[in-house]
């Protein structure tokens, strides 16, 4: 082989493994790209409007009550109502015996006849000076105390007639037909309580009221308007009470053992399912969030400290840490008050092959849903 040739070959074959060289580091090149830019799933938080809504355990409370107590002294002679049943203002539920009363009754109509005839005898005979100013309004005063004592006398006798206060369903009776009552007695012969509508008394506690109240003077929330007084209820089951609630008022004071109060709601009870006692949950609705920040509960982390923290891409698609003040749970969610905003895009995959500082490839996370529901 002559020098010309072998020179050729010589090339030929140096060229080759310069080619395959350079193809081995293009692809060493490309498994250290992509460990450089490792993808992961992210979703951009938007700003939405949530209703702020308290949670707290309460128990109903009937809306009146009444204790049945006879005003006269007697024997029961009936008891005229089912027990258990509803009652309507002014049904008689009891009578006791009024024989002695009736008797007094008409003794005092006789006494006020007897009394008011000798009065306007005397009317006519003081103009003709027959009998002294003095004797006429003294017979005068006679008759106007024997109305009064007929008037009593009346009275009484509607008292043996035992009548509901008010409108309601009445318990059960604690006398039966012989027994022996008396006016002012301790005990009551029946108790009446109206349960329709109903109260639900809830506690919160004071610190919560106070933050609620500076979230609203500062601006931070919005009073819900028409719904900052509406109230749901849970029954204890967990079934939800079909009814709509309202707000009616807060104590004025803080209990000093619990350091809370008292919320009180009113709801409609047609159906009578709420009964005194029963235990509950209610949501009352605390005001409205105009731009509440909503993460998904996979992009938010706690440190050993128990401090909220989450990763988001930054400008150049590198990750940035963020520290977070989480308010509460909503669903599958949390409300962040501090720490992330709205077009922030919020690291919820692939967090495990990240760190601060690295640069990522940034997809649509599929590990969340793109419906959120909104818990109240």
């Known amino acids: ?26 692809q060493a090149a490309a498994p250290a790209a992509a460990q450089q830019a490792p993808q992961v799933g992210i979703v951009t938080l938007e700003a939405e ?20 107590r006879p005003q006269v002294d007697g024997i029961i002679q009936k008891r005229l109502f089912t027990e258990g049943s509803e009652v309507k203002a002014g049904e008689q539920l009891y009578q006791i015996d009024d024989a002695i009363y009736q008797a007094t009754y008409k003794s005092a109509q006789a006494s006020l006849a007897s009394t008011k005839s000798l009065a306007d005898r005397y009317a006519l005979l003081v103009k003709e000076q027959a009998v002294s100013k003095q004797a006429f309004e003294e017979a005068r005063a006679a008759s106007l105390q024997a109305e009064a004592e007929l008037e009593r006398a009346r009275i009484n006798v509607r008292y043996t007639k035992v009548l509901a206060p008010i ?24 108790v009446i309580q109206q349960l329709d509508p109903i109260y639900v008394d809830v506690t919160q506690p004071a610190r919560d009221l106070l933050s609620l109240r500076r979230d609203l003077a500062e601006g931070r929330l919005e009073k819900a308007g028409e719904n900052a007084a509406k109230a749901t209820l849970v ?60 993460a998904p509960q996979q992009g938010v982390t706690r440190t050993p400290t128990g401090e909220a923290t989450a990763m988001v891409v ?20 949390w409300l962040v008050t501090e720490g992330l905003e709205a077009g922030d895009r919020l690291i919820t995959e692939g ?25 109240q």
């Open 351 to 375: 967090l495990q092959f990240i760190r601060p500082g690295v640069e990522v490839n940034p997809v649509p996370a599929t590990n969340v849903a793109t419906a959120q529901p909104q818990a």
């Open 49 to 68: 409007s949530f209703a702020l809504t308290t949670e707290l355990p309460g128990r109903a409370q009937a809306y009146r009550v009444a204790e049945v």
């Open 1 to 26: 082989m002559s020098s010309k040739s072998a020179s050729a070959a010589l090339l030929t074959l140096l060229a080759a493994v310069a080619v395959l060289s350079g193809c081995q580091d293009e």
């Open 167 to 190: 409108s309601g369903r009445i318990g059960r009776s604690a006398v039966t037909e012989g027994a022996l009552i008396s006016s002012g007695q301790a005990q009551a012969l029946a």
């Open 235 to 294: 029954l204890e089951d967990g079934t939800p009470y079909p009814h709509e609630g309202k707000l009616e008022f807060s104590e004025v004071s803080v209990d000093a053992g619990t350091g809370s109060v008292v919320l009180r709601a009113v709801f409609p009870n047609p159906d009578k399912m709420l009964m005194p006692g029963m235990f509950v949950h209610a949501q009352l609705v605390a005001g409205v969030k105009s731009e509440a920040i909503l």
């Open 314 to 333: 930054g400008a150049d698609n590198k990750v940035e840490i963020r520290k977070l003040k989480a308010a509460r749970a909503v669903g599958n969610r």
